[in-house]
């Protein structure tokens, strides 16, 4: 895990839904609330991952969290599809066209904020603004066009941080930063 000195997010991408999932799902079960966890990904990667089984997508909060911020979907369960569609009808949730993007979580309302003058350095501009050093930014954007899925948090305790490491590392995330 490499450690960043000017930000306490922890931040993870992962190149599928299943991966994402699981991942999402510990954040939840240790606690976090859907409003604590950043969801970023490109409006193609959520194409790929949520839109071909819309009843799978109904049933998982990243499903449901990746349709609302195209806006579909509905605020139902627990899981990382049912948020992604859900949050943008009530503010948490973002789709970003002329960027491509959803993004769900609290820096979706850093980034409407911003509002559009925020958004002209794309999403290196956007994820520097949260907070997220460039270079880290840089990584997490090349990722995002290829179709990974971007979550983050912040930690609530160095304990929290250390297991979510290594949990994180168990569902195969990538670029594990804190």
Known sequence: ????????????????????????????ARGYDKDDINVVLSDEGRKRHFSGDLDRDGDTELGN????????????????????????????SVAIPGLGLVVAGPLAAALAGAGAGGLTGGLIG??????????????????VKEGNIVLG???????????????F??????????
């Open 126 to 143: 956007a994820l520097v603004g949260a907070g997220i050093p460039e270079e880290r930014a840089k990584v997490y954007e090349e990722g």
């Open 65 to 92: 969290k990746s349709l609302e911020g195209a806006g579909a979907g509905s605020a139902i369960g627990g899981t990382l599809g049912a948020i992604v569609g859900a949050v943008a009808a009530i503010g948490t």
């Open 1 to 28: 895990m490499e450690r960043a000195s000017n930000t306490n997010m922890m931040t993870a991408m992962f190149r599928d839904r299943d991966s994402a999932e699981r991942a999402y799902e510990e954040l939840r």
């Open 153 to 167: 948090f912040k930690p609530r305790t160095s304990e929290d941080a250390r297991y979510f490491e290594e949990h």
């Open 169 to 178: 590392q168990k569902h195969r995330g990538e670029h594990i930063y804190y």
